[in-house]
């Protein structure tokens, strides 16, 4: 993960210098370090000249903003209905044994980080996991142990 | 190269059929959210390599074609050989090579690989022979599984951007309006609202700004149709916009899509960039004084922004909270300007009615709901995938005759639509129609178009309680009955799936559901409490087996259950390898035991088991 905060104002600088970039600009900033570092966000409210609250408050209302560091790899289980309908629930579960966190955290290593989402939008294909950008349908219990190993 | 007439395009169209009719076949790998989550990428690099690498007569790299969701997602990854309109399923990168010795140098057939209609055991080599297809009548979905979507000049060969270049050239926005309205069409986002009278509203509006927005942020969990669009279809979805834009004055469009959707973006704005350089969007669309540009923006997940005052603020960089619609946003939308808000494939509808006429329309689905509607079919059924069907199509007809039924003869329980805002039919509902107002008025709705399948090991306590679980955590929490009264309703839920539940907490979660639907100010709010309003309206006795015998009939919940293996255990170890709390014990070959002890009945077993060797008590 790169800790190097000097890319920062080229990223701001790549939207428009207005209020309604806010929410592209901290996109790109968490698409970069992972998670959206307090200076990244002072920096933004400051360019944009929008108060730091409001940063704030744009930045915990959305679920895809984390405030702190996340691991290499995010694996998002799907609890959309038709996962859990075909049993997400215990899909859910065997990652966090396996993985030892539960949804929201990272492991200490910083690895892993466990996350539940909505609905990833490949029902047909349930129940599904998203790791990184990847997509793996039709999950069973005892495949689990092999997608924490890749993706 | 710009694009400045009809004739232009029709040429342009001309083109590229002849060039596409040179090839004598073509390879079509499905790229849609199902076969993608199953592997199709490798399939595609596979035929890459092979066709690259040998040489064979007549047939090019420009044969094999990557395409949005084929529909009979269940199959996954499915590869199809046109003209032909041969269906391989299940395709695996070992068979790429059988493929094309086979099927594309000799024209054989590979068996294997062919769709088995679950009914009648027989082997189906069309695709249209196949019930799940010949049953639908696609529209919105036309060119899924055909064309090329990174590539306009695909879309343009199948009669891309005909409809937009009649609106613009020969149609006044009124005409354009009023063709709109004769066809009757409704927001396919699920509310059902009239296109054609949101527009008008919306350019009656005198302002020197109008805006033009398309909603995709599909959120409802169990849809994937818009996605499946933006993804495999993206021209098509800015053809109906551009008439739209047209249509009530506008110079600018923002498409806002789900934070989970990072293909339908890429998709988007290729599309975007194509259609500028065909001068087809910005400065002087067809040398006409009519000038028009589409915005990407991403979602950032939050269900309340597929709410179209809460996507209003978000495209303005603001936290996603709805408003009051005193007034509405036809007439104070974005930046409060008046704005047209569609969903994803109402836009898609658009051109062709534009193309063909309101008349055509109409003649599709039953009165006051012309056209089709796309859903994605899937939970418990065993043909899942994308489909559309006309309006008035019977639930049975969608479920058996397209689905194929419920996986392993199961008996049906309860069909799902509406995402978390709709409610669960019983299998008495299974004749009525499927369109906007039967659905409403059997107790749930139409919604963006999940329809979630459920068979009879579906506890519909559990429903409720996940659906209220999903919206206690995606209220905005601006308004109170909304973020403490779901809460509440929550936790009254939980109380009884964990057998703690008395007599009179039902009759309570009744009144608590009409206080929110009242003081709720949003959709989301006013429809949260319709999950459990509509199990609890066709399943009250589950509910009351949970309360009183402390029992859960489907074998879900899991404070109220206990696994047995019984004697039908051939001791395949299936259950041993699913069970992560080492809870069953036993040697291959020698019956099963579980460990009562050490069993936490989250059920992984009997998802297994091929035996029926685990009872459910």
Known sequence: ?151 | MRISTPKQLKELQKKFQDRDNKLAKKIIVCHGPGCLASGAEKIYQEFKKILSEKKITGITLEALKKTGCHGLCEKAPLVAIEPDKILYTHVKERHVVDIIEKTIKKNEIIPELLYVDPQTKEKIVRYPDIKFYSHQTRIALRNLGHINAADIDDYIRVGGYQGMVKAVTKMTPEAIIEEISKSGLRGRGGGGFPTGRKWATCRKVEDDTHYVICNGDEGDPGAFMDRAIMEGDPHSVLEGMIIAAFAVGARDGYIYVREEYPLAVINLQIAIEQAREYGLLGEQIMGTYFSFDIQINRGAGAFVCGESSALMKSVAGEVGEPRAKYIRSVVKGLYDKPTVLNNVETYANVPLIIEKGADWFTGIGVKKNSGTKAFSLVGKVRNTGLIEVPMGTTLREIIYDIGGGLIDGRPFKAVQTGGPSGGCLPDTMLDSPVDFDSLTKAGSMMGSGGMIVMDDRTCMVDVAKYFLSFLVSESCGKCNPCREGLYQLYKLAIKISEGRGEEGDLEKMEKLSDMIILGSLCGLGKSGPNPFLSTVRYFREEYLAHIRDKKCPAGVCRELIRFEINDKCDGCTACLMACAYNAITGSKKQPHVINQELCTHCGACVTVCTRNAIDVF
């Not at chain 1, 600088?13 to 207005?18: C, D, N, T, Y």
């Not at chain 1, 290593?109 to 990184?132: F, Q, R």
Request: hydrophobic share 40%; proline share 5%.
């Open chain 1, 1 to 151: 993960m790169k800790q190097d905060f000097t890319t920062i104002p080229s990223i701001i600088a790549r939207h428009p210098r207005k209020a309604s970039s806010l929410i592209m600009i901290l996109q790109d900033i968490q698409k970069e370090f992972n998670y959206l570092p307090e200076e990244a966000m002072r920096k933004t409210a400051e360019t944009l000249e929008v108060p730091m609250s409001k940063v704030y408050s744009v930045a915990t209302f959305y679920n895809a903003f984390s405030l702190v560091p996340r691991g290499e790899k995010l694996i998002r289980v799907c609890v959309g209905t038709a996962c859990h309908i075909r049993g997400s629930k215990v899909i859910r579960e065997q990652f966090e044994n396996e993985l030892k966190i539960k949804p929201g955290e990272t492991t200490p290593d910083m690895k892993y980080s466990l996350e539940v989402v909505g609905c990833v939008g490949a029902c047909a294909m349930a129940p599904v996991v998203m790791i990184n950008d990847k997509y793996f349908g039709s999950v069973k219990t005892s495949r689990i142990k092999q997608l924490v190993g890749k993706g």
